[in-house]
């Protein structure tokens, strides 16, 4: 059944991931929940679509991403912009990507446990705006602070995971893949290709490449 609404009272579908991600940027953007907060220039926070199917969280942002806002821009962004690309993605239509951690840590250390932790509510709420059936981990530090897995991401790439009403797959970051060059079969970047296309398989099987998550339902006058 379809509630009704006053014609007078503006509709803010709750199920919305548009005005989700608003909100959320406007009080992200504010963080200062751990002291990265005092050392950024930007709260890096996503890019891409808020309604694909598809979300990639990373580790964190480094110095281009802290400068211009936007998660994946750097060497590794046009990498992993490359890769989605041969396996028929587009990340600005088909993907959201954001990061484990908002804010970029001094010198590109990893960050950490407590920091993760301060984070996770912003990441939380990502997820639950996006509502994406398929999230990528890319990295180590993606797959401890979302799974808290700190097993080796080499016997774990390439494998769906059921994690709360969505399938998860870690993947090679692609900082690893930037420091391994090889396109040789069995190398890292041979498999992330194979694993991006089994990604695509999936979404494809699914009905959901290019695909969107439906608009909210219009108020009844
Ligand atoms: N840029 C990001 O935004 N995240 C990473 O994990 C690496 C580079």
């Not at 990639?56 to 962004?77: K, M, N, S, T, Y």
């Not at 690309?85 to 908002?102: M, P």
């Not at 992330?192 to 979404?203: F, N, Y």
Request: aromatic content about 4%; some cysteine; hydrophobic content about 40%.
């Amino acid at each position: 059944m379809v509630a009704k609404v006053h014609p007078s009272v503006p509709f803010a579908a709750p199920s919305s991931p548009v005005t989700g991600l608003a909100s959320l940027s406007e009080r992200c953007g504010a963080c200062e929940r751990c002291g990265l907060a005092a050392g950024r220039q930007q709260v890096v926070i996503s890019r891409g679509e808020a309604t694909a199917r598809l979300m990639l969280i990373g580790e964190a942002p480094g110095a281009q991403e802290d400068g211009c806002g936007q998660p994946f821009v750097g060497r590794a962004g046009q990498l992993l912009d490359q890769l989605l690309a041969e396996a028929g993605l587009d990340s600005a239509r088909d993907a959201y990507l954001c990061n484990v951690i908002k804010c970029r840590p001094p010198a590109n250390r990893r960050p950490s446990g407590a920091e993760i932790a301060a984070c996770r509510p912003w990441l939380e709420e990502q997820i639950a705006a996006v509502d994406p059936p398929l999230i990528l981990l890319l990295g180590a530090t993606a797959l401890a602070g979302v799974l808290g897995v700190k097993q080796g991401l080499s016997r774990l790439r390439g494998q769906w995971m059921p994690w709360q009403g969505r399938w998860l797959m870690p993947l090679f970051h692609p900082s690893y893949l930037l420091r391994f060059p090889n396109e040789a079969e069995g190398s890292p970047r041979w498999l992330t290709r194979a694993d991006l296309a089994a990604v695509h398989q999936r979404l494809n099987s699914m009905g959901l490449v290019h695909g969107r998550r439906p608009p909210p339902l219009a108020p009844v006058p």
